[in-house]
Structure formats: C-alpha cells, structure tokens
C-alpha cells in the first residue's frame, strides 16, 4: 500500500437502498452521527416484489431509489445498522455489506 492508501484495517462498504422520499430523512440522521462521511445518489431498483411497486413501477420494471454507501470499519457498520433498525424501522431500507480491499486518495494533500 502506498502512504495515501487509509485501508490499514479491515473496513466495509455499508450501502443502503430507500425510497427517495425517506432520504433527507436518514441523510439528516447520518449526518448527525458524527460519522466520516458518506456518498449517495439515485438509481433504480430491480426486483420481484410486486406488492411493493407502484402500478407504474410494475410496468417499467423499475422503482427510483437513493443508495447511500458509507465506508466504515466493522463495528461501525454493525451499530449504523442496529441504529438505523432502531430509529427507521418501518423505513423500506435495503442494505448491503461488501469488503473493502483498499481505499485511499490518489493524491497527497
């Protein structure tokens, strides 16, 4: 790893799927967190859960969501989600954990 690199334990990439409507919302609550910092943006969502669609939805095949992806070491990760079943429970949140082999800047500041 070269000096810019920050990987120097093991860390996730925590992303979590929601409806933009709930996103002001739980970007307001990480922001209050005193985490690191996050990235988000908008997309669409694939799936087979028709109950879940809007008729319009059903008939693109799609939904809009907003993912927020937050690189965060192991405890971390588990406490966000644990909060986050906590305070937005009834919230349509998907999440997803995926390793981080390494992360850094590609230049020196």
Same mark, same amino acid.
């Given at each position: 790893?070269s @000096? #810019?690199?920050?990987?120097?334990? *093991?860390? #996730?990439?925590?992303?979590? +799927?929601l409806p933009?409507? !709930? @996103? =002001?919302v739980? #970007? =307001? ?6 985490? *690191?910092g996050? &990235? ?8 087979? /859960?028709? =109950?879940?669609? &809007?008729i &319009?939805?059903q008939?693109?095949?799609?939904q809009? /969501? #907003?993912?927020i +992806?937050?690189?965060?070491?192991? *405890? ?8 986050l079943r906590? /305070?937005? +429970?009834?919230? =349509?949140?998907?999440?997803?954990? !995926?390793?981080?082999?390494?992360s850094g800047?590609?230049? !020196? /500041?």
């Open positions: 790893m @000096a #810019t690199e920050t990987n120097t334990q *093991p860390h #996730t990439l925590l992303t979590l +799927s933009p409507r !709930q @996103a =002001d739980v #970007t =307001d609550w990480l922001l209050q967190q005193g985490l *690191p996050f &990235s988000s943006w908008t997309g669409w969502g694939h799936s087979n /859960r028709l =109950d879940q669609l &809007s &319009s939805e008939i693109q095949g799609k809009n /969501r #907003t993912f +992806s937050l690189h965060l070491s192991e *405890p971390q990760y588990q406490a966000v989600l644990e909060n906590q /305070r937005f +429970s009834s919230f =349509d949140i998907h999440y997803w954990v !995926q390793a981080l082999l390494a800047r590609l230049t !020196q /500041r």
